[in-house]
C-alpha cells in the first residue's frame, strides 16, 4: 500500500473528488474517513458529478445507503454513511458486498466496520478545519496504476 498526502482547500475539494470519481471502477471500496465537517461528503459528492450526477447528492446520514445507477450515473455507486450503525449485525442487514458485483462503495464513516473493511480498499483520511485540509490517503495495489493524485 502505498501512502500519499497533500494539503488542499475548499475550493480544491471538488477537483479532488473528481479526480478519484472518474477512475473509479466497479468492485471499488472508498472509505472516508475525518472528524465531523471534515468534508467526507464533499469528497462523495465530487466523485458522483464526475461519474455523470446532475443534481446535489443528498447526505446518506439518515438512508444510510444511498444508491446510484445508470442513467444517473455512469457506474452504480452506493454512498454509504455509517454514522448512526451501532453494531455488526446492522451491517449484515445492509448488503454491502451486493453492490460490488457492478459498481463501487463511498464508506463514510468507515470506523464502524470494525475489522470488517475490504482490505483493498482506497482509504482517504481528511483533517484540518476551516480551508485548510489535509487528505492523507491509503493506496492499495489495485489502484497505483490509476491513482489519479500525484
Not at 13 to 29: H, K
Not at 44 to 69: C, D, H, N, W
Amino acid at each position: 500500500m502505498t501512502p500519499f498526502r497533500c494539503d488542499y482547500n475548499l475550493d480544491e475539494a471538488g477537483r479532488i473528488g473528481a479526480a478519484i470519481g472518474r477512475a473509479l471502477a466497479a468492485g471499488d471500496v472508498v472509505l472516508l474517513s475525518g472528524d465531523l465537517g471534515a468534508g467526507k461528503t464533499t469528497l462523495a459528492r465530487a466523485m458522483l458529478k464526475a461519474r455523470g450526477l446532475a443534481g446535489e447528492a443528498p447526505s446518506p446520514t439518515f438512508a444510510i445507503v444511498q444508491p446510484y445507477a445508470p442513467p444517473e450515473v455512469d457506474l452504480p455507486i452506493a454512498h454509504v454513511d455509517l454514522y448512526r450503525i451501532e453494531g455488526a449485525d446492522e451491517l449484515i442487514e445492509l448488503g454491502l458486498d451486493d453492490y460490488l458485483y457492478d459498481g463501487a462503495l463511498l464508506i463514510e464513516w468507515p470506523e464502524r466496520l470494525g475489522g470488517e473493511a475490504w482490505p483493498e480498499a482506497l482509504a482517504l483520511s481528511i483533517s484540518g478545519s476551516g480551508d485548510a485540509r489535509v487528505l492523507t490517503a491509503t493506496v492499495p495495489p489495485a489502484w497505483e496504476t490509476r491513482w489519479p493524485l500525484r
